[in-house]
């Protein structure tokens, strides 16, 4: 009875925080492909370099003010990721830490003992690459978010009408 309670919460567990980090993954990836849409108007924008100058054709206002406004709804969304997963991942971090120091000692414990060894070296390589996999999401998110700003600064903006160099510098602060 009691082995049967430990498995069903073992795995009742382990479907959470997979969930939770998938979730996790899925919003990141959202997040990442706002910031590459803001990229690619800016990209087609700077395929338009021949009439950027005339006032009259307003396609490079229209294309910055889309890109303005999806880049803030980005930067917005990614906050709230922010937001809604620092205290969770903060209390992951500390448990993993504390846990991969207990699984340190079963190791140092255990090493004439090879079943017992290979199980928490094991056990303690999946907490590694858990908080490695749970870090890299917040890394792409910056690396995505520090890309717009510097293909902002490689665009033509020189070429544009004052009104959209005006826009621009809203995506380059």
């Known amino acids: 009875l009691i082995f049967i309670h430990m498995s069903v ?3 009742a567990t382990c479907i959470v925080i997979i969930s939770s980090d998938c979730m996790y993954f899925v919003f990141v990836e959202h997040a990442c492909a706002l910031f590459e849409i803001v990229r690619l108007n800016l990209e087609k924008l700077g395929s338009n370099v021949i009439d950027l100058k005339d006032e009259s054709k307003d396609s490079s ?3 910055i003010a889309s890109s303005v406004h999806l880049h803030r709804d980005a930067i917005v969304f990614a906050s709230l990721i922010e937001s809604s997963y620092t205290t969770c991942f903060a209390g992951v971090i500390v448990f993993c830490l504390l ?3 207990v699984t340190g000692l079963q190791v140092l ?3 004439h003992e090879p079943g017992n060894f290979i199980r928490f070296f094991i ?3 999946a907490q590694i690459i858990h908080l490695y996999l749970n870090s890299v999401p917040g890394q792409k998110i910056m ?3 520090l890309g717009i700003s510097e293909y902002v600064y ?3 903006w020189y070429n544009m009408n004052p009104k959209a160099q005006k826009m ?3 995506i380059m602060k």
């Open 9 to 11: 919460l073992t795995y």
């Open 61 to 63: 206002y229209e294309i």
């Open 99 to 101: 846990l991969l120091s």
């Open 109 to 111: 414990m255990h090493l």
């Open 123 to 125: 056990f303690g390589v």
């Open 143 to 145: 690396d995505y978010s």
């Open 154 to 156: 490689s665009v033509n």
């Open 168 to 170: 621009l510098l809203m």
